[in-house]
Structures are given as C-alpha cells and as structure tokens.
C-alpha cells in the first residue's frame, strides 16, 4: 500500500557527489520518520542517516560532515546528499519510512539504488 522509490544512484569517481532521492507514494497521508541504509558486498545493512517528523536528523559517526539528509514533506521525498564519495561508499542504498494513512502506519523500504564509487 505503501511504494518507495530511489532514484540518484550510479557511477561517480572519488571526491564525486550524488544526490539520492526516495519518493513515497501510495497510501500516504504523511511521512513520519525516514532514513537511509546502505549494504556493501558481503557486509551487513547499515544505518546511513535518519530524519523525523519534526526534522532532527542523525548520522552514523564515520559519514559525518559528508552526507546530509532532507526531506520535502509536501512532495513526501527523502533526499542523501552525498558529498566527497569514496570507494568504501560504494554499496546499495535504501530507503526506509514509516508513513501512516491516518488509520494504520506503515513501514516501508524502498528496493534500493547501486552507488558506485571509483578510485
């Protein structure tokens, strides 16, 4: 009932950004909190980033400073902005929200989106 869609990802070299978009549709009437995970080849999913509803965000300790996460609530999007990508960065990225139709809350992920990145 509830879609998330990334967009952004691709190849980039080194001290490259990219600009990562997750648009929320379906049964919606808003986004509560949303955040941004990545996973790498043979290693397990992590927490990028996360933003709530009153739009205080976190970061996990190693992107600080490089990556920052928005959210445009009337377009119901989530957005990564990352900045000075390196090769350890390169992994699949998704997104994850908790939306509510007003009756029921959803959680939701998104089926992620390749970033690669060149050294």
């Known amino acids: 009932q509830v879609q998330l869609v990334e967009s952004g990802g691709g190849l980039v070299q080194a001290g490259g950004s990219l600009r990562l978009s997750c648009a929320a549709s379906g049964s919606i009437f808003s986004v509560n909190a949303a955040g941004w995970h990545r996973q790498a080849p043979g290693k397990q999913r992590e927490l990028v980033a996360s933003?709530?509803?009153?739009?205080?965000?976190k970061y996990a300790d190693s992107l600080k400073g490089r990556f920052t996460i928005s959210r445009d609530n009337t377009k119901n999007t989530v957005y990564l902005q990352m900045n000075s990508l390196k090769p350890e960065d390169t992994a699949v990225y998704y997104c994850n929200a908790v939306t509510t139709n007003g009756i029921l809350w959803f959680d939701s992920w998104g089926q992620g989106t390749q970033v690669t990145v060149s050294s």
């Open positions: 933003i709530t509803s009153e739009f205080s965000t």
